[in-house]
Nanobody, 119 residues
Framework: QVQLVESGGGLVQPGGSLRLSCVFS????????MGWYREAPGKQRELVAI???????KYGDSVKGRFTVSRDDPKNTIYLQMNNLKREDTAVYYC?????????????WGQGTQVTVSS
C-alpha cells in the first residue's frame, strides 16, 4: 500500500500563493497519472491538476493559468503551486496516484490538506 502525505495547506488572503507538496512512501510502477483533486463543502471532488504518464498535464478550467503541477521523481514528491488564489479555491486538496500493475488497477489517495482563502 502506497502512502501519500500532503502538506502546505493553510490560510491565505485572496491574491496570495501557496505550494502544496505530496510525498509518496514509494513510487509504484505502472503509473497512469498523479496529481491533485479538491473537495469544497457541499460539492463533489473535482480535478485540479494531474501529470499523465506521458508527461502531459491536465488542469481544471477554473485553475488554468494560476496553478502549476510538477514532480520531483528522486524525492518521490509532486507539487501544486497555486498563485492568485481566489475565495472559491477554498477546499480540501487531495493528492492522488492511479495506475495498473499487470491486471490489477490501483488508486491511492492522501488524507487531504485544507486550503482556506479568506481576508
Amino acid at each position: 500500500q502506497v502512502q501519500l502525505v500532503e502538506s502546505g495547506g493553510g490560510l491565505v488572503q485572496p491574491g496570495g500563493s501557496l505550494r502544496l507538496s505530496c510525498v509518496f512512501s514509494e513510487r509504484p510502477s505502472g503509473i497512469n497519472a498523479m496529481g491533485w483533486y479538491r473537495e469544497a463543502p457541499g460539492k463533489q471532488r473535482e480535478l485540479v491538476a494531474i501529470i499523465m504518464s506521458d508527461e502531459s498535464t491536465k488542469y481544471g478550467d477554473s485553475v488554468k493559468g494560476r496553478f502549476t503541477v510538477s514532480r520531483d521523481d528522486p524525492k518521490n514528491t509532486i507539487y501544486l503551486q497555486m498563485n492568485n488564489l481566489k475565495r472559491e479555491d477554498t477546499a480540501v486538496y487531495y493528492c492522488n496516484v492511479d495506475g495498473q500493475i499487470g491486471w490489477r488497477p490501483y488508486d491511492y489517495w492522501g488524507q487531504g490538506t485544507q486550503v482556506t482563502v479568506s481576508s
